[in-house]
């Protein structure tokens, strides 16, 4: 600390010369005790807070499941029907995450429909609220896309890419619905995929989405969800019936 006073204070503090202390008495000691006093109270501060509070985290978590899968033959008769609760009987379930396969004879796919029904869901797993999330679903080119059935979707700039938007705050999350079909042939490729993925996010506050990189099409994140794989193959003999 630095003492800001006149030569015969030094000399007094510093070298004990008394023939100043007369002055010093006087006044110009009183002074510099003041002053000492007040920069001593400056270097006594304490309690003083200077840890930096972590902004809050944004993440997210997409997944995708068929929630309804219809195969109608050209004659408008309906094969399929199929549901997580009620398995059409030409469909086999490979397992979660993995693939769906229906077997039915190439004689009765030609003209036939398939209908897709895909359930979507995504959750708000950080800490902010009020987060918009744009989603962007890649279709795949066996499928085609109708906007008459689909109103939560629109189309984008980009071929095969439709988006949508939803708003939620932490802890929530949304369903989001969408129809795919095809029209089969006996000359098609008979396999059907569908993913979906954050194509971007708004809000106000906090850091970017935890471990993640929007549309990066990374299918490791967790921004991003792939459904089951559909294939549709002829019977192997016997009954197709499981």
């Given at each position: 600390m630095i003492i800001?006073?006149?030569?015969?204070?030094?000399?007094?503090?510093?070298?004990?010369?008394?023939e100043n202390i007369k002055e010093v008495a006087e006044g110009t000691y009183m002074k510099a005790k003041i002053k000492l006093k007040i920069e001593s109270y400056?270097?006594?501060?304490?309690?003083?807070?200077?840890v930096l509070e972590e902004r809050p985290k944004n993440d997210v978590e997409v997944s995708m499941d068929i929630?309804?899968?219809?195969?109608?033959?050209?004659?408008?008769?309906k094969m399929i029907e199929y549901t997580p609760k009620n398995k059409g009987k030409?469909?086999?379930?490979?397992?979660?995450g993995s693939q769906k396969m229906i077997t039915m004879d190439?004689?009765?796919k030609q003209g036939g429909k398939l209908e897709v029904f895909y359930?979507?869901?995504?959750?708000?797993?950080g800490n902010i609220d009020n987060v918009t999330y744009t989603l962007v679903d890649y279709i795949s080119p066996e499928y085609s896309f109708s906007k008459e059935t689909n109103k939560?979707?629109?189309?984008?700039?980009?071929?095969?890419q439709i988006e949508t938007t939803v708003t939620l705050n932490k802890k929530e999350k949304a369903t989001i619905n969408l129809k795919l079909d095809k029209i089969l042939t006996?000359?098609?490729i008979d396999e059907y995929n569908n993913s979906v993925e954050i194509k971007q996010y708004k809000s106000e506050e906090g850091r970017r989405i935890y471990q993640t990189t929007p549309a990066n099409k990374e299918k490791t994140e967790r921004d991003i969800a792939v459904a089951d794989m559909i294939s549709i193959v002829p019977p192997t003999g016997g009954s197709p019936t499981r």
């Open positions: 800001l006073c006149g030569t015969k204070i030094r000399d007094v503090f510093e070298n004990g010369d008394m400056i270097t006594k501060i304490t309690n003083l807070n200077l929630n309804k899968m219809n195969v109608t033959l050209a004659n408008g008769l030409y469909v086999f379930d490979l397992g979660k190439n004689e009765l359930q979507i869901t995504i959750a708000n797993t939560e979707w629109n189309t984008s700039d980009i071929p095969r006996t000359t098609g």
